[in-house]
């Protein structure tokens, strides 16, 4: 299963994130796709990718495969009425999308604006499908198209072979030695296990050496 991280330890890695947005963008509300997927981006051990108008098989298919989907919302629409939403707010809302459940017809999701049952919350598919837009900083409000950003792990290996590659550019770099993670400041537990053949669609990039 996922590793629990203590609500201590997610509000100083949550700050370190509203610290980067205030420091570019002079807030850190109501962060859209594009800021979302910047932050992924450079500050996390994951890549991320902003798809629009994704399918329900697509969005299923990311996360059988292990990899976590964020979703923008029109919150309002999601019905939960444990979301302390400001009456004439925007309603905006981000979620993650950890799994589903077929039979239920359901995602699995973290909903960190629900602080009773945000932990593995369950929305139904349609209400997930029927909510998603992406915020609009000159409207002040969530507008179309549909929009989630998929993550993929940025340190992987596959369960056959000790080799570690580093992925960015849509290119895989081998990692030569494990005194590269120490130099460039990288957690040796953001190392992800992945298929061969998710990581073959890769082509081969310079390898990463010690400094």
Request: proline fraction near 5%; avoid cysteine; charged fraction near 20%.
């Amino acid at each position: 299963g996922a590793d629990v991280v203590s609500v201590a330890m997610a509000k100083t890695n949550m700050q370190k994130l509203f610290d980067v947005q205030d420091a570019i963008w002079a807030s850190n509300a109501d962060a859209d796709a594009f800021r979302t997927d910047y932050l992924v981006t450079n500050h996390s051990s994951y890549n991320s990718q902003i798809v629009t108008d994704p399918t329900l098989e697509q969005i299923k298919y990311e996360l059988q495969e292990g990899r976590p989907v964020i979703s923008f919302h029109y919150g309002k629409d999601l019905n939960n009425p444990n979301i302390p939403f400001a009456v004439y707010g925007s309603y905006y809302h981000v979620i993650v999308l950890i799994g589903y459940d077929e039979e239920a017809q359901e995602f699995i999701a973290h909903d960190n604006g629900d602080h009773r049952t945000g932990t593995n919350i369950r929305y139904g598919y349609n209400t997930i499908m029927n909510s998603l837009g992406d915020f609009d900083f000159a409207q002040r409000k969530v507008v179309d198209p549909p929009t989630v950003i998929f993550t993929s792990p940025r340190f992987v290996k596959t369960a056959t072979s000790p080799r570690v590659y580093y992925i960015v550019d849509g290119h895989k770099h081998y990692v030569t030695a494990p005194q590269v993670f120490t130099q460039q400041g990288w957690e040796w537990d953001a190392i992800f296990t992945v298929k061969e053949e998710w990581l073959d669609q890769f082509p081969e990039g310079e390898d990463i050496r010690v400094n």
